[in-house]
Each structure stands twice: as structure tokens, then as C-alpha cells.
């Protein structure tokens, strides 16, 4: 409770600051009524410690794209319950304070079909050296890209458990486009994504040691004599 | 000009690169065989294998001046082989084409020298194999069958030691169920 | 389904224990998995002599040919790749719009040469270079907004490339990840088919980009 009083008394000094930011920033790109309710909304994420960068840029597009101001408003209270949900997510699964992209991943997490659940599960999952942020971006690409929910999660979980590198991570919504690009469901070229299959490209070889000439050969002592 | 084996790999990548296209044959014999087991066993045939390892040469020469290091010409060809074979396996298995529906599969079921029931074990674990996942398959061929270790496996295909060993160890199981009458 | 081999077994099998240092009750287990593992086929495999001749054949015609083709068999993502997929689609009481595909280039190793144009590391910043391109035949102007870009319609148009219908352009992005899609004549916003897709909140999608300081990632 301590905390929660300090943390109050901080961010009233600076959410006025805040709000002139974001209001600067909305000028001119989203109509008036528009900028004053997204301040509101801010200010609210702000005081909830929830990053607001993702609303402010979620109003610009709506502005851009010239979407109506009801609707708009609409469209960023909505991610602003996502970001909250995430957060809850993100602490659920043992992230004390979660940085901002961290939440936004988990937001991203959600809007792409994940529940609260899998997320938290995937924060659990992403202990060092995996980056949370990486691990959730992954899936909510993977989940975005028509893989459903628990297939994704196993298949990130599998390959954290299989110590496939973060780049192998990162990789993984290639693997599944290509083979949906050749006539797969999401869902089947997720089956068929394994963990380091070939994605270690030529021009980097490893130590080569020829096969038959290895210098520790080394069979099992006293094995496959038939 | 010396004898195809007196050049070393890197000295007949130059060369190649440099513009002497036919020197590109030296590399072709060398290699051509070398990894035909590993490339008939990832892919469960022999004629899957050779079109592999075929396709894999001409593809090293498309790409040759990405072989950054040309004395490891080798090992950097062995990656191309592995790609094409993942990427044939996956393609092959979208298009419901399963390894094993190849004809008699690399067990050579002649052997002369073995006994009858040495050869159904050694087919029979041909077609087990061909039910792993293409990692599991890899990592049993190129211990079991190449006989590298772990390290050197590890060096190859970028994953970790203990990755391998895990794989390897599904691997060991799944192949004790496949295999259960003929133990 | 059997049970698995007992992790001693396992060790024995990988070379790291002898039979005899298996306690006894589990000898009879190594055994048997010696012998599984020992009826593996270890006999070389030579391939056919004429390998050689088709090899260099096919290596003939490539170092002749002009234009470096692409090999598409190798498709991992990781390669320079162009990908252009024609989904017509009609839109309501507009004109037929083929459908939009994104390029991205997805390069991994710097300096590769192969493909249609090289992405560079951009020299000073964490950013790098990406290419987009839209078939879009009927459409008089393009751009890419996004949130690299703030979606300022105006920042980032494509430019023809000859008179194919395509649109192209190369953008320096951030490390990051970032949300797009493209702009037709000023107000049709079109996300690619193929990079996955994200509801906008406002009825439509948007595409994704993942752009790490060794590449972008096809999202």
C-alpha cells in the first residue's frame, strides 16, 4: 500500500507533464475531441504503470487512416485494456515489473488471439537467455499468422526447451510463412517447423571435421559389433 | 595443371571464382560422394539422396561467392546439403509423401557377408528411422552412422550438446517401440 | 508403447559408459540397445558416376547465362527471397486491384550477392534496410505507412519499377518491431496477404515486421 501511495504521488507530478506530451503529439493529426480523450486514456495507463507510447501511436494511425472519432477512441480504450491485461499477464507469470516491452508484446499476445493464460505461461517459460518481449513478439506473430493458440505456445515452449538460440526463435514465423506460402495451413507447417533444421546459413561454416576422418572418432567403446 | 588432389579446396574455390568455371569438377569429385550416406539416410532413398546431393553441388557454385571461408568449402557445402534435405522433407511431407514410401529404402538388404536376421534388423531400422523427426534422424545418422560426436555434431548444425543429446534420447526410445519385435 | 530405455542405458549408448559399468540389472537393457543401434547400416553409399557430368552440365549453363536466377528450392526464409503471389481481388464498386504482396528482403549474411537487391547494414545506427514492393497495376500512387513512419501517408511513396505494375521502395528501419501497410491512391490501405496480419482495432489489418539488427524477418 506504501508503494502504491508513492507510486500515486509520482506520477501526479508527472502526468501532467504526460498529458502535454501526448497532446503535442496527437496536434494535428487526430481531431480535438479525439486528442482530448486519448490525454484520458493515457493519463489512466500512466497512473496504472502501462505504457501509453502504443496508445499515442495507435491514435495517430486511426488518424491517419481516417477512421471516425467514435470509433477510434474506441480502438485505443480497447488496447488500453489489452496493455492492462497484458500487465496482469505479464505479472502473473513472474515478471515482478514488467518493462514496456514486455507488456507490449503481451498486448500484441493478446490482440493476435492468446489468452491471458498463454501468456503468462510464456513469460514463465522465458528465462534467461530468452528476452520475454522476443519469446511473446514471436508467438503473437505466429498466432497472427493463423497458428492457433496452443500449437503456438508449444512450439515456442519446445523450442526454448530444445535451447534453440534466440535467433532460432525469431525465425520461427519465417519457417511457418514459407510453408504456408507452399500450400500448408498454419497450422500443419507448425507441425513441420522442428528446431534447428538447416537454419544455420552456408557462408558460415562451422569447425568442419570430415566424416570417417574425425580426429576423435569416437564410437561407443565396444558397441554395434553384430 | 596438377592432379585434381594436389589443390586444396580453398585454392579451387579461388580459381573457380576467379572465373576457371571447369576447375569447379575438382570440388564435384571430391565432395561427391562424401556425404551421399548422410544425404540417402535424411531423405530415405538413395535416388532422394543423389538428387540432394546433386542439387546441393550446383547450388554451391550459384552461391560460391558467399563461401566466405573457401578452405572450409566442406563443411559450408554440408550446410547447403542439410537445407536442401530439411527443405525437401518438408516438402515432401506437405505433399503426403512420406519417406518411406520410396521404394527399398539405403538398407542394402544384399549384404553377402551378414546373416538373414542381421539384414531384417538393419531394414527394419531403416524404416524406423524414417519415423523420426527429421532432428532426431539427423543426429542418430550423424553419430551412428558418421560417427561424429557430439561436439562436432553440435559444431555442424549450430544446436547445443545438450539439445542433441535430447534429441537423441527421444530418438533412442522412439526406435526401441518402433523396433520392439525384432529385439 | 514400451517403456524408454533407463538413462544409464542412454549414456551407454552415447559412448559415455561401458556395459560393464551398468550395474547388472540394467546389463541385459544395454544389450539389447547395443544391438538396436548396432543394426544401423553403415556401408558408404556411392552415388552414380554420371553425378559428375550432370553437375558440371547444369554449372555450365549457370556460369553462361547472363542473370543469376534465383533457386527456390532452398526456400529458408533467411535467403534473399521474392516473393509475388497474383490474388486478384475485385474490390466493391472499385476498380480491380490486384492483390498487394510485400517484399521483404531477409537477408542474413551480409554481403550476399545472389538475388534481386542486397539489404546493407545501414553504417552508423541499429537500423537496416528494407524493401517493400506491391503489384498494384491499376493504382496511380503508393506508399508504405506504418509505425516506423508515424503512418504519415505522404513519407514513404514507392516508385515504379518499369511497366510491370510493380511498386517498390527501400526504407531504413529500426530494430524493432513495426506495423504497416500499404496506402492505394491515397485511401484504399492494403496489409500484405502474405506477412501475418493483425487486427488494426479499426476494422482492418495490419502487417508485421520484425527487423533485428542482423536482418528483417518475415514477421
Given amino acids: 500500500m506504501k508503494s502504491f501511495l508513492a507510486l ?56 491517419a487512416k481516417r477512421v471516425p472519432a467514435e470509433r477510434l477512441i474506441a480502438a485505443v480504450r480497447a488496447l488500453a485494456g489489452r496493455l492492462a491485461g497484458a500487465w496482469d499477464a505479464v505479472r502473473a507469470g513472474g515478471l515482478e515489473s514488467p518493462t514496456a516491452d514486455v507488456v507490449e508484446g503481451g498486448a500484441d499476445g493478446l490482440s493476435a488471439g492468446l489468452t491471458a493464460g498463454y501468456v503468462s505461461e510464456l513469460v514463465r517459460a522465458s528465462r534467461a537467455p530468452y528476452d520475454p518481449a522476443l519469446v511473446l513478439r514471436v508467438a503473437a506473430t505466429l498466432a497472427a499468422l493463423g497458428v492457433p493458440p496452443k500449437q503456438t505456445v508449444q512450439l515456442v515452449e519446445g523450442m526454448i526447451k530444445d535451447g534453440g538460440s534466440p535467433s532460432e526463435l525469431l525465425g520461427l514465423p519465417g519457417e511457418v510463412q514459407a510453408g504456408v506460402a507452399d500450400g500448408a495451413t498454419p497450422a500443419q507447417a507448425a507441425e513441420h517447423v522442428g528446431h534447428g533444421n538447416g537454419n544455420v546459413p552456408p557462408g558460415r561454416p562451422p569447425d568442419f571435421v570430415p566424416p570417417g576422418q574425425a580426429k576423435s572418432h569416437k564410437h561407443p567403446a565396444n558397441p554395434h559389433k553384430p | 595443371m596438377g592432379l585434381a588432389g594436389d589443390a586444396t579446396d580453398g585454392e579451387v574455390v579461388r580459381s573457380v571464382l576467379g572465373g576457371e568455371v571447369e576447375r569447379y569438377a575438382v570440388l564435384v569429385h571430391r565432395y561427391r560422394d562424401r556425404y551421399a550416406r548422410y544425404a540417402a539416410r535424411m531423405l530415405g532413398s538413395l535416388d532422394a539422396g543423389e538428387d540432394a546431393v546433386q542439387d546441393a553441388l550446383v547450388r554451391a557454385f550459384d552461391r560460391l561467392a558467399d563461401c566466405r571461408e573457401p578452405e572450409k568449402f566442406a563443411g559450408w557445402l554440408f550446410l547447403i546439403l542439410r537445407n536442401r534435405c530439411y527443405a525437401e522433407r518438408r516438402r515432401r511431407q506437405r505433399e503426403g509423401r512420406p519417406l518411406d514410401e520410396r521404394d527399398d529404402g539405403v538398407a542394402a538388404a544384399d549384404r553377402p557377408d551378414g546373416t538373414f536376421e542381421q539384414t531384417e534388423q538393419m531394414r527394419a531400422l531403416e524404416r524406423s528411422l524414417v519415423h523420426l523427426t527429421p532432428e532426431q534422424r539427423e543426429v542418430f545418422v550423424l553419430k551412428h552412422v558418421e560417427g561424429l560426436a557430439y561436439e562436432e555434431i553440435a559444431g555442424r548444425t549450430g544446436a547445443t550438446v545438450a539439445s542433441l543429446k535430447m534429441r537423441m534420447h527421444r530418438a533412442y526410445d522412439r526406435l526401441r517401440d518402433l523396433m520392439k519385435e525384432h529385439l | 508403447m514400451s517403456l524408454g530405455y533407463h538413462p544409464l542405458v542412454k549414456q551407454l549408448l552415447d559412448g559415455e559408459l561401458s556395459l560393464a559399468e551398468l550395474p547388472p540389472e540394467l546389463r541385459a537393457e544395454g544389450a539389447e540397445a547395443l544391438r538396436l543401434v548396432g543394426a544401423v547400416d553403415r556401408a558408404p553409399v556411392v552415388l552414380s558416376p554420371a553425378l559428375d557430368d550432370r553437375v558440371m552440365a547444369v554449372v555450365r549453363r549457370h556460369a553462361a547465362s547472363r542473370t543469376r536466377r534465383a533457386w527456390h528450392w532452398l526456400t529458408s526464409p533467411r535467403d534473399v527471397e521474392l516473393r509475388l503471389r497474383l490474388r486478384p481481388a475485385v474490390w466493391a ?41 506491391l503489384y498494384a497495376p491499376g493504382a496511380r500512387h503508393v506508399a508504405v505507412a506504418g509505425t516506423f513512419n508515424q503512418w504519415d501517408l505522404n513519407a514513404a511513396p514507392l516508385a515504379r519499377a518499369g511497366t510491370s505494375g510493380v511498386w517498390t521502395t527501400t526504407l531504413a528501419l529500426p530494430v524493432g518491431q513495426h506495423q504497416y501497410a500499404f496506402v492505394v491512391d491515397g485511401e484504399r490501405w492494403v496489409a500484405d496477404p502474405a506477412a501475418p496480419a493483425i487486427d488494426d482495432g479499426f476494422g482492418r489489418r495490419n502487417s508485421m515486421v520484425a527487423v533485428t539488427s542482423r536482418g528483417a524477418h518475415t514477421l
Fill in chain 3, 93 to 133: 464498386g472499385a476498380l480491380a486491384v490486384a492483390a498487394g504482396m510485400a517484399l521483404l528482403l531477409l537477408a542474413r549474411a551480409p554481403g550476399t550477392t545472389l538475388g534481386p537487391a542486397p539489404v546493407a547494414r545501414s553504417g552508423a545506427h541499429d537500423s537496416v534496410f528494407v524493401r517493400f514492393v
Fill in chain 1, 8 to 63: 500515486t504521488f509520482a506520477l501526479s507530478t508527472a502526468l501532467p507533464l504526460m498529458a502535454q506530451d501526448v497532446g503535442a503529439r496527437l496536434d494535428g493529426r487526430v481531431q480535438p475531441e479525439v486528442r482530448r480523450a486519448v490525454q484520458e486514456i493515457a493519463a489512466d495507463a500512466a497512473a496504472h504503470g502501462l505504457p501509453t507510447d502504443p496508445l499515442v501511436e495507435k491514435a495517430i494511425e486511426g488518424g
